[in-house]
């Protein structure tokens, strides 16, 4: 449990659970064909299911099913055989029939975890399916009117509901990464939270350390970037510490966060699960998953963050860093497995140093946000770093195949090092030659290094390798050198 000191010496315990909204890879919404598509013109993807009109009726999106089963898979859950869908009551403008379809007592995806740092484990209450509501729009309007842009009504959901585990700003966080990170993995949310695709709601409370008494939790709602979510519940921690210590009382409610400002501002008093009045739903019979479409699912998974991870540490030898820096996206360890594919497992760390620090930089340097878009592609450094390994050419002459694979000056580093003569001098004799031409023409260092002063080598070393181009190999360089110093 984290304790956070505050001014006046009391020491306080935070606890935090999260609730995050994933929107789901589904072409049509969950209880109908309408299309999902972000960025259409306004109430032009909305159908008379969306619209609530008199006599329609909904019937579930299967795809939207598939990818719950694929996250309870992911995290270790238990599917439910049976799960209902229940009409959650309330009012909204942007609620056209007056009730959210959701899930209550019985939710497709029971239980389960997530691991975060240091291997801390945050329990996962359930996940269940549920549409989204539209939205108001206040902008662009004439006068003070607001207009309903029901697009967005019917969007398939699932929201992902975390145990009070979380007792620090930091674990919430890395909690929201990882989550973040591992719907992308398995292909069932594209992740953008600038479209709302994924967004987080975080429950704090304070209690003072010790205290076997939770506190009075606010929920901040709708927080769209990692940023927020550490801004939001930072503000929040310290104003409940303050109301606490200047004796007010701290009401259950549902808060939002100003980015502007930094702070967090009722937006209404918290409502619990029997104000919403939840009662199955009519119009939609229960769900019944079989336990073919379970182990069909589990089959079609991909190899899960955690699993590549401890394959990366174990197999390939690489360090939790590395291995942890890999799997930040699916996206990233696809590339590295591909270069490693071509260059062997015996090459694994100078994969994981040329993706995490070479390509990266460059990625980077000319804001190319995904790893597939990298104008080198995973064969070619994979070829490259062969030639490394087998001395063709040396590191820093490989720096610049890079650049000119990277330009489109060849296909392959094999091309690229032909074309431009860039193989490294490997012959012995030839070496030496070098070497005894630099002994010679710089005395003042030879007398400085046998004076016992080492910086006189490595700069003897690097007379050899300019006038060698910078093709010579260094290691043979450093060993004649010394071998004809001494």
């Not at 206040?138 to 009117?145: I, K, M, R, V």
């Not at 409370?205 to 519940?233: C, M, Q």
């Not at 497992?345 to 390509?359: I, Q, T």
């Not at 490294?424 to 004076?451: H, W, Y």
Request: aromatic share 6%; with cysteine; charged share 25%.
């Amino acid at each position: 449990m984290s304790v956070i000191s505050a001014n006046s010496g009391q020491e306080w315990e935070v606890v935090i659970g999260m609730e995050t909204h994933a929107q789901l890879l589904c072409k049509s919404k969950i209880f109908s064909g309408a299309s999902t598509e972000f960025g259409a013109d306004a109430n032009t993807h909305a159908c008379a299911v969306d619209l609530a009109l008199p006599g329609v009726l909904p019937v579930l999106n299967k795809n939207a099913v598939q990818c719950a089963i694929k996250f309870g898979l992911a995290i270790g859950a238990k599917i439910a055989e049976k799960s209902v869908f229940a009409r959650k009551n309330y009012f909204y403008p942007d609620l056209p029939k007056g009730y959210q379809i959701s899930q209550f007592e019985l939710p497709v995806v029971i239980g389960g975890e997530l691991e975060i740092l240091n291997n801390k484990k945050i329990r996962l209450t359930r996940a269940h399916l549920e549409e989204d509501a539209g939205k108001s729009v206040h902008d662009g309007f004439a006068g003070n009117s607001t207009g309903i842009d029901l697009n967005r009504a019917g969007t398939p959901l699932l929201e992902i509901v975390s145990e009070p585990d979380i007792s620090s700003t930091e674990e919430a966080v890395e909690y929201a990464k990882t989550l973040h990170n591992l719907v992308q993995w398995i292909g069932i949310c594209d992740g953008n939270m600038q479209e709302g695709s994924f967004r987080c709601d975080a429950n704090v409370s304070v209690k003072r350390k010790g205290d076997p008494n939770l506190g009075t939790r606010r929920e901040i709602k709708n927080l769209n970037s990692f940023r927020n979510l550490k801004e939001a519940i930072d503000y929040e921690i310290q104003w409940q510490i303050n109301e606490i210590e200047e004796e007010r009382e701290i009401i259950q409610a549902t808060v939002l966060f100003d980015p502007d400002s930094g702070e967090t501002r009722t937006m209404r008093t918290k409502e619990d699960a029997h104000d919403y009045r939840y009662f199955p739903d009519p119009d939609l019979l229960p769900l019944y998953i079989s336990a073919d479409w379970i182990e069909n699912t589990k089959k079609a998974l991909p190899e899960l963050p955690h699993q590549k991870k401890q394959r990366y540490q174990n197999d390939l030898q690489l360090s939790e860093y590395d291995a942890n820096t890999l799997t930040a996206n699916a996206q990233i360890a696809d590339y590295f497995d591909n270069v490693v594919q071509i260059a062997g497992k015996n090459n694994a760390k100078p994969c994981a140093n040329w993706v995490m620090v070479d390509l990266a930089a460059k990625l980077n340097k000319e804001e190319i946000a995904n790893f597939a878009d990298s104008k080198v592609s995973a064969e070619q450094l994979g070829g490259l770093i062969l030639r490394i390994a087998d001395n063709t050419i040396s590191n820093n002459i490989g720096k610049k195949v890079f650049d000119a694979l990277w330009n489109n000056e060849g296909n392959s580093a094999d091309e690229i090092i032909a074309s431009k003569g860039l193989k490294q001098i490997t012959d012995s004799g030839a070496i030496v030659k070098l070497v005894e031409q630099i002994i010679a023409e710089n005395p003042d260092n030879v007398a400085e290094f046998r004076a016992g002063k080492t910086k006189a080598f490595n700069a003897l070393v690097g007379k050899v390798m300019k006038a060698g181009k910078g093709k010579v190999n260094p290691q043979q360089v450093n060993e004649i050198l010394r071998e004809k110093l001494q």
